[in-house]
């Protein structure tokens, strides 16, 4: 049994942002905190004071962390960006809104004093005196300490008040990381009621200390426990008022957090196991559970529902299954096959979700060169005559500005290139099409053929199979390819215009070139010819799409499952270490490396023959490294085994924030169930005799800092947690379990079918009792599963409350 964190992140946008640069705009990004550690970084919006992001992230966490920070940053090209300002949320914040915070939040200033971060380790004991007794206060260490100097680290010392006593230990040059062992001892006053003030503090030599957190220690609670020891939070210094900046701007964002508690895997056989009979007789026509399942889900959690049985489905095998008795279900209470698939249905959502998961690598193969061909020509496309502006475009010639006629005329040259591209392209790819994608589509074209035959619905199986292929996967990955990962950063005005006409043009051809389509923007004429041909070649391509029978999908499946999919891949540079002497950042060289289910390897080029580099059985560790060990905040470092058990450790440069936590991301989830993973680490590397975080001169000595295996990032390519994904299910059962009650005590349900067991050894026959009865038991193996971990009152670490 585990439990489980995860925040659900949605940065929507900002308003009413100061203007940081003299041309009286910003250039506004924002980066995500989690207890001080950065783990997100949106794109820059360039000269706006009301940036729009609209980026959505899903963060995997331990249950322990504190709180979620958004910090408004504006980019500057010379200098240091600057801080706008900052939104905080505290779990318990979160925790308050069970269904997610979502609004506007006002910008604080940031507070130097308050920007702490990291924790330390003291021991605290009554002892006995000459006179009274004393109380001894032991400060052997801290880590992860805010750096406060140029160089990335910090001059920490300790300073430690009680009853108008100070004591300071000697300062640590240089470290985050720092170990004191320095022992002080104050004359326990009796009746006093003053607390026990630890502070830690960066030494400066010109300008004043900083302050890098305190923990404050109610010594009454340690007179009955007379011992105590621990890692202890730093806390920000609240005394001061705070100062009033003006009007900051506003960040609207959504943030939800999830806490599950998941148990063993057999305790959800049951659930699973009934769910998958309910697909595996949708052959004989869609059964009971499932309908009643898409019945009460409600439409603000529709696709969460579907993305977790889509997922629970694929895990075992029948995901192709479940969809076909989704399609099922659709075509049942469809009438018109116009409007087939275009409402948000648990069909359609479950689609989206299964392209996504199976088909996102095909779809960077399609739509990558296009989009990144966009990008680089950064041309002026504009086929609406009301917007064309011929001052955006230049001069065609030598002293004659273009007119519009000729702007139009290249633009829709442009874009028929492009166009044409993509459908060429997507011809050409029938045998890199996922085997279970064709083989969904196959069902759907089938079910669809069935449901509308005769000469006047020729299109519809083909409209079918495009309003999720084109309508709902390629469309909307051309107008924001950042969300689909296909770029790093958003487009500006201009390319996001000719995205959006290519999006249209595309949408047009996957509509079959309806009149109706044809009617709404008469001004996209000019792209007729190559959207009537492009209708042609994908009637051509989807008929060979879906022409797969059985045999040539088993084959195809099992040619994949010989060949280990890359969890990641692409460019990183390979520190590496020889001898004992200093390690510098220009000792790297750039490679191309792969991550899969069995080993990280590397080639020089990406289609050069790859290397075994380290077996995903050895991998121990994968966490960062500190800023001033290579210069860069963007390293990590692999800890693993070699072959004969030795440890060793590679140190990789990514070339951003989001790329560093994707590949740490990666690597800790396949590697989360390897035998022998570690506790702690060092964040620094051994250079000459030391280490450079803790400055220890072992260097096998154990690590200074706690490692971070369960901070992850969610990708579309994770590996499947079957646990979860059913816990999730039976949460959201548990949900509307009021509501399935009242389906199996309607009078229409078979009396037979929907009878309650008579006996206590008797199974109930119907699928929605026998539903409710596996809900019933999930929830008393959570009710036995919790009591016995539950803290009992008398719990010393309750004595050392923080004062606030």
Same mark, same amino acid.
């Given at each position: 049994?585990?439990?489980?964190?995860?925040?659900?992140?949605?940065?929507?946008?900002?308003?009413?942002?100061?203007?940081?640069?003299?041309?009286?705009?910003?250039?506004?990004?924002?980066?995500?905190?989690?207890?001080?550690?950065?783990?997100?970084?949106?794109?820059?919006?360039?000269?706006?004071?009301?940036?729009?992001?609209?980026?959505?992230?899903?963060?995997?966490?331990?249950?322990?962390?504190?709180?979620?920070?958004?910090?408004?940053?504006?980019?500057?090209?010379?200098?240091?960006?600057?801080?706008?300002?900052?939104?905080?949320?505290?779990?318990?914040?979160?925790?308050?809104?069970?269904?997610?915070?979502?609004?506007?939040?006002?910008?604080?200033?940031?507070?130097?004093?308050?920007?702490?971060?990291?924790?330390?380790?003291?021991?605290?004991?009554?002892?006995?005196?000459?006179?009274?007794?004393?109380?001894?206060?032991?400060?052997?260490?801290?880590?992860?300490?805010?750096?406060?100097?140029?160089?990335?680290?910090?001059?920490?010392?300790?300073?430690?008040?009680?009853?108008?006593?100070?004591?300071?230990?000697?300062?640590?040059?240089?470290?985050?990381?720092?170990?004191?062992?320095?022992?002080?001892?104050?004359?326990?006053?009796?009746?006093?009621?003053?607390?026990?003030?630890?502070?830690?503090?960066?030494?400066?030599?010109?300008?004043?200390?900083?302050?890098?957190?305190?923990?404050?220690?109610?010594?009454?609670?340690?007179?009955?426990?007379?011992?105590?020891?621990?890692?202890?939070?730093?806390?920000?210094?609240?005394?001061?008022?705070?100062?009033?900046?003006?009007?900051?701007?506003?960040?609207?964002?959504?943030?939800?957090?999830?806490?599950?508690?998941?148990?063993?895997?057999?305790?959800?056989?049951?659930?699973?196991?009934?769910?998958?009979?309910?697909?595996?007789?949708?052959?004989?026509?869609?059964?009971?559970?499932?309908?009643?399942?898409?019945?009460?889900?409600?439409?603000?959690?529709?696709?969460?529902?579907?993305?977790?049985?889509?997922?629970?489905?694929?895990?075992?095998?029948?995901?192709?299954?479940?969809?076909?008795?989704?399609?099922?279900?659709?075509?049942?209470?469809?009438?018109?096959?116009?409007?087939?698939?275009?409402?948000?249905?648990?069909?359609?959502?479950?689609?989206?979700?299964?392209? +996504?998961?199976?088909?996102?690598?095909?779809?960077?193969?399609?739509?990558?060169?296009?989009?990144?061909?966009?990008?680089?020509?950064? +041309?002026?496309?504009?086929?609406?005559?009301?917007?064309?502006?011929?001052?955006?475009?230049?001069?065609?010639?030598?002293?004659?500005?273009?007119?519009?006629?000729?702007? $139009?005329?290249?633009?829709?040259?442009t874009l028929r290139a492009h166009l044409g591209a993509l459908l060429s392209a997507l011809s050409r790819?029938?045998?890199?099409?996922?085997?279970?994608?064709?083989?969904?589509?196959?069902?759907?074209?089938?079910?669809?053929?069935?449901?509308?035959?005769?000469?006047?619905?020729?299109?519809?199986?083909?409209?079918?199979?495009?309003?999720?292929?084109?309508?709902?996967?390629?469309?909307?990955?051309?107008?924001?390819?950042?969300?689909?990962?296909?770029?790093?950063?958003?487009?500006?005005?201009?390319?996001?215009?000719?995205?959006?006409?290519?999006?249209?043009?595309?949408?047009?051809?996957?509509?079959?070139?309806?009149?109706?389509?044809?009617?709404?923007?008469?001004?996209?004429?000019?792209?007729?010819?190559?959207?009537?041909?492009?209708?042609?070649?994908?009637?051509?391509?989807?008929?060979?799409?879906?022409?797969?029978?059985?045999?040539?999908?088993?084959?195809?499946?099992?040619?994949?499952?010989?060949?280990?999919?890359?969890?990641?891949?692409?460019?990183?540079?390979?520190?590496?270490?020889?001898?004992?002497?200093?390690?510098?950042?220009?000792?790297?060289?750039? $490679?191309?490396?792969?991550?899969?289910?069995?080993?990280?390897?590397?080639?020089?080029?990406?289609?050069?023959?790859?290397?075994?580099?380290?077996?995903?059985?050895?991998?121990?560790?994968?966490? +960062?490294?500190?800023?001033?060990?290579?210069?860069?905040?963007?390293?990590?470092?692999?800890?693993?085994?070699?072959?004969?058990?030795?440890?060793?450790?590679?140190?990789?440069?990514?070339?951003?924030?989001?790329?560093?936590?994707?590949?740490?991301?990666?690597?800790?989830?396949?590697?989360?169930?390897?035998?022998?993973?570690?506790?702690?680490?060092?964040?620094?590397?051994?250079?000459?005799?030391?280490?450079?975080?803790?400055?220890?001169?072992?260097?096998?000595?154990?690590?200074?800092?706690?490692?971070?295996?369960?901070?992850?990032?969610?990708?579309?390519?994770?590996?499947?947690?079957?646990?979860?994904?059913?816990?999730?299910?039976?949460?959201?059962?548990?949900?509307?379990?009021?509501?399935?009650?009242?389906?199996?005590?309607?009078?229409?349900?078979?009396?037979?079918?929907g009878a309650e067991p008579t006996g206590p050894d008797q199974a109930p026959e119907d699928p929605l009792?026998?539903?409710?009865?596996?809900?019933?038991?999930?929830?008393?193996?959570?009710?036995?599963?919790?009591?016995?971990?539950?803290?009992?009152?008398?719990?010393?670490?309750?004595?050392?409350?923080?004062?606030?």
């Amino acid at each position: 049994m585990a439990k489980r964190s995860s925040l659900s992140i949605r940065i929507v946008e900002g308003k009413n942002l100061p203007a940081k640069d003299i041309t009286g705009s910003s250039d506004p990004y924002c980066i995500v905190k989690v207890d001080n550690e950065p783990i997100i970084r949106t794109a820059t919006v360039w000269k706006t004071l009301c940036p729009f992001w609209g980026e959505e992230y899903q963060v995997h966490l331990p249950p322990t962390f504190h709180a979620v920070a958004f910090y408004i940053m504006d980019e500057d090209a010379l200098s240091r960006d600057d801080v706008i300002g900052k939104v905080c949320l505290t779990r318990d914040t979160l925790a308050s809104h069970p269904k997610g915070f979502s609004g506007w939040a006002h910008l604080t200033e940031v507070d130097p004093d308050e920007e702490v971060q990291g924790e330390i380790h003291l021991q605290l004991e009554v002892v006995p005196g000459p006179r009274a007794r004393r109380l001894r206060c032991s400060v052997l260490e801290a880590r992860d300490l805010a750096p406060k100097d140029r160089n990335g680290a910090s001059d920490p010392f300790v300073r430690v008040r009680y009853n108008g006593r100070t004591q300071e230990t000697s300062i640590v040059k240089k470290s985050c990381y720092p170990r004191w062992n320095e022992t002080f001892e104050f004359e326990l006053e009796e009746r006093a009621t003053e607390a026990l003030c630890v502070e830690a503090w960066d030494w400066d030599l010109v300008s004043r200390n900083d302050f890098l957190g305190k923990v404050v220690v109610n010594v009454q609670g340690l007179r009955v426990a007379q011992q105590e020891e621990g890692w202890f939070r730093l806390q920000p210094d609240q005394s001061k008022s705070r100062r009033d900046k003006g009007n900051l701007g506003s960040l609207q964002l959504e943030v939800r957090l999830r806490d599950e508690m998941v148990l063993p895997s057999g305790c959800y056989q049951p659930l699973v196991q009934l769910l998958c009979h309910e697909v595996k007789l949708g052959a004989q026509g869609p059964g009971q559970l499932i309908p009643l399942i898409e019945e009460t889900t409600s439409t603000e959690c529709r696709q969460d529902v579907a993305t977790n049985l889509l997922k629970l489905f694929l895990g075992q095998g029948l995901a192709k299954d479940f969809l076909d008795l989704l399609f099922q279900l659709e075509l049942r209470r469809t009438s018109e096959a116009n409007t087939l698939f275009r409402s948000n249905s648990l069909a359609s959502k479950s689609m989206e979700s299964f392209l +996504k998961v199976a088909g996102m690598r095909y779809l960077h193969s399609i739509v990558g060169p296009i989009i990144d061909k966009v990008f680089e020509e950064k +041309k002026y496309v504009e086929l609406d005559p009301s917007k064309v502006e011929v001052k955006d475009v230049g001069c065609s010639g030598l002293h004659r500005p273009q007119t519009e006629a000729e702007v $139009l005329e290249q633009s829709a040259q442009t874009l028929r290139a492009h166009l044409g591209a993509l459908l060429s392209a997507l011809s050409r790819s029938v045998r890199a099409c996922p085997a279970v994608v064709r083989a969904t589509f196959r069902q759907l074209f089938r079910r669809v053929r069935e449901r509308f035959p005769g000469a006047q619905h020729e299109n519809v199986p083909f409209i079918a199979v495009t309003s999720f292929l084109c309508l709902r996967f390629f469309s909307p990955a051309i107008m924001s390819p950042k969300l689909f990962h296909l770029r790093e950063r958003h487009a500006d005005a201009r390319t996001s215009r000719t995205l959006l006409l290519l999006a249209k043009a595309v949408q047009n051809v996957g509509n079959m070139d309806t009149p109706a389509s044809r009617a709404k923007e008469a001004w996209m004429e000019p792209l007729q010819p190559t959207v009537r041909q492009g209708v042609a070649q994908l009637k051509d391509f989807i008929t060979k799409l879906v022409d797969i029978e059985e045999r040539e999908e088993l084959d195809l499946q099992r040619t994949l499952s010989l060949q280990a999919p890359p969890v990641k891949e692409g460019p990183l540079f390979i520190h590496r270490t020889k001898g004992k002497g200093p390690l510098t950042s220009s000792s790297f060289k750039k $490679l191309h490396f792969s991550l899969t289910t069995e080993a990280l390897s590397f080639a020089k080029t990406p289609s050069s023959k790859k290397s075994a580099f380290i077996r995903l059985a050895n991998i121990r560790a994968a966490e +960062k490294v500190e800023e001033k060990s290579f210069g860069s905040s963007h390293v990590m470092q692999v800890i693993y085994t070699d072959d004969v058990g030795r440890p060793q450790t590679t140190y990789l440069q990514c070339k951003c924030m989001n790329e560093l936590n994707q590949w740490l991301s990666a690597l800790r989830k396949v590697s989360i169930n390897n035998s022998g993973l570690l506790g702690s680490y060092h964040p620094g590397i051994f250079r000459g005799d030391k280490w450079s975080c803790c400055h220890q001169r072992d260097r096998t000595d154990r690590g200074c800092d706690k490692t971070r295996s369960r901070v992850t990032l969610q990708e579309w390519n994770d590996p499947l947690d079957h646990d979860l994904e059913a816990q999730l299910i039976y949460r959201h059962l548990l949900g509307v379990e009021p509501a399935l009650r009242e389906k199996l005590r309607e009078p229409s349900r078979d009396t037979e079918a929907g009878a309650e067991p008579t006996g206590p050894d008797q199974a109930p026959e119907d699928p929605l009792a026998q539903l409710l009865q596996v809900l019933q038991d999930l929830r008393e193996a959570h009710s036995c599963s919790s009591s016995p971990t539950s803290p009992p009152p008398s719990e010393p670490t309750r004595l050392l409350e923080l004062q606030t």
